[in-house]
């Protein structure tokens, strides 16, 4: 039921900073939970962060204090990234979660070389 593309992934030395973008074909306001995941060659893909429409928000350990996920307006979603990592280095997922399903962006590549 909603569209997403993200956007902002590129090549960045560690220690460098990002921001991905996520635009949402409807309001996110709408949706109770949008998130980043990410996956990383020969892995899972795995949680960053969420918020909720409410605003709460919710972290994985290996970001904390690092990434910032943050609501921009009625349709973009925001991770901040900071202090990049070379373990940073992963395809970085916008999902909408409108139970019981789950939308998925196609992805932007985050690479963070050492």
């Known amino acids: 039921q909603v569209q997403l593309v993200e956007s902002g992934g590129a090549l960045v030395q560690a220690g460098g900073s990002l921001r991905l973008s996520c635009v949402a074909s409807r309001s996110i306001f709408y949706i109770n939970v949008m998130g980043w995941y990410r996956q990383a060659p020969a892995k899972q893909r795995e949680l960053v962060a969420t918020?909720?429409?409410?605003?709460?928000t919710v972290y994985s350990d290996s970001v904390k204090g690092r990434f910032t996920i943050s609501r921009h307006n009625a349709n973009t979603v925001y991770l901040q990234m900071n202090s990049l990592k070379p373990e940073d280095t992963a395809v970085y997922y916008c999902?909408?979660?409108?139970?019981?399903?789950?939308?998925w962006g196609q992805g932007t590549q985050v690479t963070v070389s050492s």
């Open positions: 918020i909720t429409r409410g605003g709460t």
């Open positions: 999902n909408a979660n409108i139970q019981p399903s789950n939308y």
